[in-house]
Structure formats: C-alpha cells, structure tokens
T-cell receptor
Framework: DTAVSQTPKYLVTQMGNDKSIKCEQN?????MYWYKQDSKKFLKIMFS???????INETVPNRFSPKSPDKAHLNLHINSLELGDSAVYFC??????????????FGDGTRLSIL | GQNIDQPTEMTATEGAIVQINCTYQTSGFNGLFWYQQHAGEAPTFLSY????GLEEKGRFSSFLSRSKGYSYLLLKELQMKDSASYLCAEHRHGNNNDMRFGAGTRLTVKP
C-alpha cells in the first residue's frame, strides 16, 4: 500500500553511464515532482509535471530528461552521468490546487552514487 | 538556499520546548510548509500556514507573520524521536504547488 514508490533505492554506477529512476504514485494525485538532495541536505526542485504536462523545469542540465507516460508515473532518465550527479533523488506527488494547501508526499528516495 | 533562511543545527533536551525559525522572501509568497525528515528517510508533511498566527497540532505548532516574512515551528515536550531535520518550504504563486525548500535545521534531542 505504498503511496509514492521509487526504484531503485540504491544506484551505484560509473561515470558516463546512462541510468533511469522510476516513480509511481497510487494516491490519485495529478502532479508529480523530482527533487535532488545533495550532500548538504539541500532539497531542490528539478521538475514538476501536471497531468503528464511539464510545469516546472528548473535549471537542470539537459542530460536529465523526465518522462511521464501517465499521471501516476514520472520517470527520470539521466545520460552521461557525472560525479556531481551523486545525490539522493526524491520523487513526490500532490493534488494541484492553486490555493496551495496541498502537501507533497515523498517517495523514499534513490541514492545515486557515481564512481 | 533560495532566499529561505533557517539555522543549520539546534540541540535541545528531552522534555523541553524548542523553536525553529525560518525567514523567506515575501514577493510572490503564498504559504509556508514545514516538513520533518529523519536521516535517510523521506520528508513528511507537518504543517501549512497561509494566514498570520499560530496553528497548533498536538505537540507541534507553526506560526506565520506574512508582513515580516517569518515563520517558526514550535516543538513541545520533546522526545528523542524528534531528532530530525526540519525543512521550511515556501509555496509561491504561479506554477502548481511550486515549493522552495530551505536547507533544513538539524535538531538533536539529548536525554
């Protein structure tokens, strides 16, 4: 009955490789997000999708490409991995509500380590 | 980061009260979230303030002053399990639920 699930939980790979992280939510939310949390624990928004449409696209290298096949899934593909990509990547979801009082629910994170 | 400031670390004693402050930029501001994050785990929602004043929820309360660009999270009757990072996040007008996090305050509760 996991609400926001992302796989894999740990990802160790070499520089230059291409990898994907998957995220699925069963909360019926229409908005999904990807965040990056670096070694200093700073949580930064990368992308936001609402009903499969890109809403937020922060200044992120174009090696990072999100894909939303449906509103319950938001996957993150990363090309040509670099050392600086090592971080914890969190997926989150929420209802879209311009009133803003819709909390985001987070997955358990994917710990990406680049060798 | 992102014009949201909160102390990096705080220490308090079990059973005590602690206040974690957060300041943010006021332009485009809609509301203020507080999240708790235990080490190695996902952030979990604690509170959301959009109006000025104090909102109480059990041992945790959150305060907002829109004119001052200031919020605090108040934790009462501290327990060891409250040791965690507390993230202040600003909800801004515009994009759906655009939330910008502070760097978090790492709270250590000692016996």
């Amino acid at each position: 009955d996991t609400a926001v699930s992302q796989t894999p939980k740990y990802l160790v790979t070499q520089m230059g490789n291409d990898k994907s992280i998957k995220c699925e939510q069963n909360l019926g939310h229409d908005t999904m997000y990807w965040y990056k949390q670096d070694s200093k624990k700073f949580l930064k928004i990368m992308f936001s999708y609402n009903n499969k449409e890109l809403i937020i696209n922060e200044t992120v290298p174009n090696r990072f490409s999100p894909k939303s096949p449906d509103k319950a899934h938001l996957n993150l593909h990363i090309n040509s991995l670099e050392l600086g990509d090592s971080a914890v990547y969190f997926c989150a979801s929420s209802h879209s509500d311009r009133g803003g009082n819709q909390p985001q629910h987070f997955g358990d994170g994917t710990r990406l380590s680049i060798l | 980061g992102q014009n949201i400031d909160q102390p990096t670390e705080m220490t308090a004693t079990e059973g005590a009260i602690v206040q974690i402050n957060c300041t943010y930029q006021t332009s485009g501001f809609n509301g203020l979230f507080w999240y708790q994050q235990h080490a190695g785990e996902a952030p979990t929602f604690l509170s959301y303030n959009v109006l000025d004043g104090l909102e109480e929820k059990g041992r945790f309360s959150s305060f907002l002053s829109r004119s001052k660009g200031y919020s605090y999270l108040l934790l009462k009757e501290l327990q060891m399990k409250d040791s965690a990072s507390y993230l202040c996040a600003e909800h801004r007008h515009g994009n759906n639920n655009d939330m910008r996090f502070g760097a978090g305050t790492r709270l250590t509760v000692k016996p």
